[in-house]
């Protein structure tokens, strides 16, 4: 593992060479700062939202990788104080899946720091996350001496045909996508790094009915008291040093959790799937997204009669989807 570990470094080094710095005001943050790392592609419709409900969270300064995108994204990240922002044309495959990249970044600007890893359609809740900031969640990590917080991935969707309910440039994608699956997962230990391995929801249960292990994993680890020696290795879902995984009680007891609400199944996600379809830029030569552009075809309604509409992270908790642990 730890040759492994030296590879990834190694790679995000090289990597490195690929980002184009656009926007650096790295200089601004400070010690004890929560940072967020993120790369996008032509998502300028989700980001006023994104950004205001990390804002709101608590979190610091935004470092983000923009992979050439053609909608406005990259002029409209420039000029906000607390974003950096780096640009590259080359592949994001070859980078795996933007893991290298981001890895750099940590690497370069988050040592010391807790740092949460998403995707611009997820957004992140942990327990009292309602009524307690982030620093609050990570004061108490330091505390218990925990270094990695693991957030278990909820489809979202719509009640209804998926692109019935436009989409509008700064609203909240829970005023449209709010439906999701309280049951229909199964779980697993990887035996090579340790880590949990979750699937299920409406994306196997529509668009791999009959291929369930070919769905989207939903395990993730976000949240992690950065150290310039850690990696990821597999967009957010494992770790190396290995015990960075160890996010789960093996004997008893309970872990405290979090939940990442993805909100993927937007209108917007007709043409995202399409232009995916022909990029090829994700795993397995975009498998997923080829099931996504045959489904979407006949335009499903991914509610059933088992959906239930999001409440809060307490419903959650009940549901057994995260937990609050011994933090009270």
Same mark, same amino acid.
């Given at each position: 593992?730890?040759?492994?570990?030296?590879?990834?470094?190694?790679?995000?080094?090289?990597?490195?060479?690929?980002?184009?710095?656009?926007?650096?005001?790295?200089?601004?943050?400070?010690?004890?700062?929560?940072?967020?790392?993120?790369?996008?592609?032509?998502?300028?419709?989700?980001?006023?939202?994104?950004?205001?409900?990390?804002?709101?969270?608590?979190?610091?300064?935004?470092?983000?990788?923009?992979?050439?995108?053609?909608?406005?994204?990259?002029?409209?990240?420039?000029?906000?104080?607390?974003?950096?922002?780096?640009?590259?044309?080359?592949?994001?495959?070859?980078?795996?899946?933007?893991?290298?990249?981001?890895?750099?970044?940590?690497?370069?600007?988050?040592?010391?720091?807790?740092?949460?890893?998403?995707?611009?359609?997820?957004?992140?809740?942990?327990?009292?996350?309602?009524?307690?900031?982030?620093?609050?969640?990570?004061?108490?990590?330091?505390?218990?001496?925990?270094?990695?917080?693991?957030?278990?991935?909820?489809?979202?969707?719509?009640?209804?045909?998926?692109?019935?309910?436009?989409?509008?440039?700064?609203?909240?994608?829970?005023?449209?996508?709010?439906?999701?699956?309280?049951?229909?997962? !199964?779980? *697993?230990?990887? =035996? $090579?790094?340790?880590?949990? /391995?979750?699937?299920?929801?409406?994306?196997? @249960?529509?668009?791999?009915?009959?291929?369930?292990?070919?769905?989207?994993?939903?395990?993730?680890?976000?949240?992690?008291?950065?150290?310039?020696?850690?990696?990821?290795?597999?967009?957010?879902?494992?770790?190396?040093?290995?015990?960075?995984?160890?996010?789960?009680?093996?004997?008893?007891?309970?872990?405290?959790?979090?939940?990442?609400?993805?909100?993927?199944?937007?209108?917007?996600?007709?043409?995202?799937?399409?232009?995916?379809?022909?990029?090829?830029?994700?795993?397995?030569?975009?498998?997923?997204?080829?099931?996504?552009?045959? !489904?979407? *075809?006949?335009? =499903? $309604?991914?509610?059933?009669? /088992?959906?239930?509409?999001?409440?809060?992270? @307490?419903?959650?908790?009940?549901?057994?989807?995260?937990?609050?642990?011994?933090?009270?």
């Amino acid at each position: 593992m730890r040759v492994r570990r030296k590879r990834r470094l190694l790679r995000c080094l090289r990597k490195s060479r690929e980002l184009r710095s656009v926007q650096n005001n790295t200089a601004a943050i400070r010690p004890g700062d929560v940072l967020l790392v993120s790369t996008v592609r032509n998502e300028k419709i989700r980001l006023p939202y994104f950004l205001r409900y990390y804002r709101d969270m608590g979190i610091d300064h935004f470092l983000i990788v923009d992979n050439d995108s053609t909608d406005g994204t990259l002029a409209y990240l420039s000029g906000q104080s607390d974003v950096s922002v780096w640009h590259t044309t080359h592949s994001y495959k070859s980078a795996t899946f933007g893991v290298d990249w981001m890895n750099w970044l940590k690497r370069t600007y988050a040592h010391g720091h807790w740092v949460l890893v998403v995707d611009p359609d997820e957004f992140f809740i942990y327990p009292f996350c309602d009524t307690r900031p982030i620093q609050a969640l990570t004061d108490w990590l330091d505390n218990s001496s925990i270094r990695s917080f693991s957030a278990m991935l909820i489809d979202l969707y719509p009640k209804g045909k998926i692109d019935e309910t436009p989409y509008v440039e700064g609203q909240n994608p829970l005023d449209i996508a709010n439906w999701f699956d309280s049951g229909n997962y !199964t779980i *697993k230990k990887n =035996p $090579d790094y340790g880590n949990l /391995w979750i699937q299920g929801g409406p994306r196997s @249960r529509v668009f791999f009915p009959d291929r369930p292990k070919k769905a989207p994993a939903l395990n993730k680890i976000p949240l992690v008291k950065w150290d310039k020696r850690y990696v990821y290795v597999s967009s957010t879902h494992a770790l190396l040093p290995r015990g960075l995984n160890q996010v789960y009680e093996e004997w008893g007891g309970e872990k405290a959790s979090g939940a990442l609400l993805h909100t993927k199944f937007l209108d917007t996600f007709t043409q995202k799937a399409a232009e995916e379809l022909t990029r090829k830029q994700h795993y397995a030569n975009s498998v997923e997204y080829t099931a996504y552009a045959e !489904t979407v *075809k006949s335009q =499903p $309604d991914l509610w059933c009669k /088992w959906s239930e509409k999001y409440i809060n992270w @307490r419903q959650l908790e009940i549901l057994g989807l995260m937990s609050k642990g011994n933090w009270a």
